[in-house]
């Protein structure tokens, strides 16, 4: 099993510009989030997912939109990117709702974004 | 409004001696509480889960208490090694089974 994956690694933007950031999980999980990281700070859940064709917002979902059409993908948009979403931006998934190991979360490597 | 704090920003201690970390609450109610590991340039890593049932819970080197009363978890690593040398989050899952994390207690075990 590859595990959690995440697409591209590092991302300069300008400011206005768009891009999508892509995570796909191989464990067949139900649940996905997204989350980003401040330097020196924990992790901001931004959207979630329990399961194919259902999102739902986070603590900051300003700026940011999510599809899940598929088990396996849950990408993250970013329409018009400004400096405030500089950031290192996590995707995690977990089986559900349940014991400890389904609800313990795999998170991806990660994705750098620097918007200038 | 909820309140996550971890003890220090940074703890450095001696190998071979047991790290201490805290993790303080208020405003919460937690359904659990977990605790993940985080190396630079990396996600984090799960390393344990206590629920709000349970006061203790063990893993090889690892332990972890949860004492709802005083709103308060610690997270223990007896016998460290300088490769326990990592930033640990603690996590609080509310009835959506959402994660908010602390910011994180940086540890460095020193030879």
């Known amino acids: 099993n590859a595990g959690v994956t995440q697409t591209p690694k590092f991302r300069i933007l300008k400011i206005g510009q768009s891009m999508t950031l892509q995570c796909t999980q191989d464990?067949?999980?139900?649940?996905m989030y997204w989350y980003r990281q401040d330097p020196g700070m924990g992790l901001k859940l931004i959207y979630y997912s329990v399961g194919a064709g259902i999102t739902d917002k986070g603590e900051v979902p300003n700026g940011y939109n999510v599809s899940r059409s598929t088990t396996e993908d849950f990408p993250l948009r970013l329409e018009l990117a400004a400096p405030s979403q500089t950031s290192v931006y996590f995707c995690?998934?977990?089986?559900?709702?349940?014991?400890?190991?389904?609800?313990?979360?795999?998170f991806g490597p990660g994705t750098r974004l620097l918007v200038l | 409004s909820q309140k996550i704090e971890q003890n220090s920003e940074a703890l450095n201690i001696q190998e071979g001696k047991t790290a201490t970390l805290t993790c303080n609450y208020t405003?919460?109610?937690?359904?659990?509480l977990q605790w993940y590991r985080q190396d630079p340039g990396r996600g984090p890593v799960f390393l344990l889960l206590?629920?709000?049932?349970?006061k203790e819970k063990r893993k090889e080197r690892l332990k972890v208490t949860f004492d709802t009363t005083l709103k308060q978890s610690l997270f223990h690593i007896t016998a460290s090694q300088p490769a326990d040398s990592a930033t640990y989050l603690c996590?609080?899952?509310?009835?959506?089974?959402?994660?908010?994390f602390g910011s994180g207690t940086q540890l460095t075990v020193l030879p």
């Open positions: 996590a609080l899952a509310g009835s959506a089974r959402q994660l908010t």
């Open positions: 995690a998934s977990s089986q559900g709702v349940g014991g400890a190991s389904q609800e313990t979360q795999y």
């Open positions: 206590i629920r709000e049932n349970e």
């Open positions: 405003n919460y109610s937690p359904a659990y």
């Open positions: 464990m067949n999980h139900n649940y």
